[in-house]
């Protein structure tokens, strides 16, 4: 059975960093593509970054360029959002999930696997 698992979240204060990583499990994920997403209260789910399996495509929404960096771990089937620079509007639930797709998507719908999610705050 596959799992995402997202760990890292927290509390922390604008200008502050924090580093999440998304661990999946339970099948081989070649031609898989890993995806961060977000949502804050009263608003839609958003995409933040995605990554292709092999690590080698990345794409990262544009409103985040510069401030996050997706990157993944083969060997641990492991991906990490290094989210720098962060404000309070960043403040959101955030979500991995996984899609059978060998291209990084942006598309919720393209999206099979889900983790929890894990709250990140901004504090100002």
């Known amino acids: 059975q596959v799992q995402v698992v997202e760990s890292g979240g927290g509390l922390v204060q604008a200008g502050g960093s924090l580093r999440l990583s998304c661990a999946a499990s339970?099948?081989?994920?070649?031609?898989?593509?890993m995806g961060w997403f977000r949502q804050a209260p009263g608003k839609e789910r958003e995409f933040v970054a995605a990554?292709?399996?092999?690590?080698?495509?990345?794409a990262i929404a544009d409103s985040l360029k510069g401030r996050f960096v997706i990157s993944r771990d083969g060997y641990k089937n492991t991906m990490y959002l290094q989210m720098n620079s962060l404000k309070p509007e960043d403040t959101a639930v955030y979500s991995c999930?996984?899609?059978?797709?060998?291209?990084?998507?942006?598309?919720?719908?393209?999206?099979?696997?889900w983790g929890q999610g894990t709250q990140v705050t901004v504090s100002s």
């Open positions: 990554i292709n399996w092999s690590g080698t495509k990345t």
């Open positions: 999930a996984l899609a059978r797709d060998p291209l990084p998507s942006s598309r919720v719908r393209a999206y099979d696997y």
């Open positions: 339970g099948s081989t994920f070649s031609g898989y593509c």
